[in-house]
């Protein structure tokens, strides 16, 4: 980060010529982690404090592989930034170098960054270690700095979590609802919104396992594929499935984790349908907006489903 301008003075010990800091973001770990590692999220904060801008970027992010930044201050003084990576651990460590070039490319003292990302009940707790400063001076301009741009990756992380919740109460027991969710001859029969058909579906019912989803529009000459793993499975009560959404081209677009929750009330089905959606801006939200009509209609499809299952039962 931009360090201080004051006089600097050799540091008197180790404690002084490192930098420790420690932040609980409310975003999970592999967010956080891809916001470190990934140029489709780095380049929305990519370590500059608030106030300034990146006007270059160029990186490799693999151990080995380089990284050149130009940060602009809002009075039009630019800091060229560069390092390489020395070790990348998905999703609980990243460690690389930081040198502060003159605009002549000539390059400053090194020191050493190493990121650490601990799972804290679905938030992450970051610490910061910067090591080998020369000065005190040096070691708290830099805190300083850190200390902004932490502040706006938060911002920034927080801008990529979007949450649904649906609770719809279903006139069927809980064992039917349940096996309505995990057999395939049920799922063809419901799954999608109003006029899309299931001619393909799938499914591996374990944790682990995945299912897959084609979807064909009314048009009938276009489809979607949903794929999904599931990550809990606690019959009658509960089920949780991650799913990956991608562009044409291959590229990460959005994450979503949904857990259905199926209580009973006495002889009938409350059933709860929470999503965290995360992805991209502003993706994340446009899905978002997509998904909860999409939902409620597939879930009255399958009010219909079960009313006819349990007639010819």
């Known amino acids: ?157 927080n801008s990529l979590e979007r949450e649904l919740s649906i609770t719809r109460v279903f006139d069927a027991p809980r064992e039917l609802v349940f096996k309505a969710w995990t057999e395939p001859e049920h799922l063809k029969q419901w799954w999608g919104p109003d006029g899309f058909t299931t001619p393909v579906c799938e499914v591996d019912l374990r944790v682990g396992g995945a299912w897959k989803i084609v979807m064909r529009f009314p048009d009938g000459a276009n489809e979607h594929t949903m794929h999904a793993v599931y990550r809990e499975i606690f019959p009658p009560e509960r089920l949780t499935f991650a799913n990956v959404a991608l562009d044409k081209d291959g590229n990460r677009l959005l994450e979503g984790l949904t857990t259905i929750t199926f209580a009973d009330l006495d002889g009938k089905t409350k059933l709860t349908l929470q999503t965290r959606v995360t992805g991209l801006v502003p993706y994340a939200g446009r899905m978002l907006e997509g998904m909860e009509p999409g939902w409620s209609q597939s879930l009255e499809r399958l009010a219909e489903r079960l009313t006819s299952t349990s007639r010819s039962n």
Request: charged share 25%; aromatic share 10%; hydrophobic share 35%.
């Open 1 to 157: 980060m931009p360090a201080s301008n004051a006089k600097t003075s050799p540091a008197a010990n180790a404690s002084e010529s490192e930098l420790v800091m420690t932040r609980l973001f409310d975003a999970p770990r592999e967010l956080v982690f891809r916001c470190w590692t990934e140029p489709e999220y780095l380049r929305h904060w990519q370590g500059a404090p608030r106030g300034f801008t990146v006007t270059a970027y160029e990186s490799d992010i693999r151990p080995g592989g380089l990284f050149r930044i130009c940060m602009r201050s809002d009075e039009g003084v630019e800091r060229w930034l560069r390092g390489d990576y020395r070790e990348i651990v998905k999703p609980e460590r990243i460690v690389f170098t930081h040198v502060w070039q003159d605009a002549e490319g000539k390059a400053g003292p090194e020191t050493l960054m190493t990121i650490t990302l601990v799972e804290r009940n679905g938030k992450t707790e970051l610490t910061l270690r910067q090591s080998g400063f020369s000065s005190v001076e040096s070691r708290e301009g830099h805190r300083h700095g850190w200390t902004s741009a932490l502040d706006v990756l938060a911002e920034y992380a």
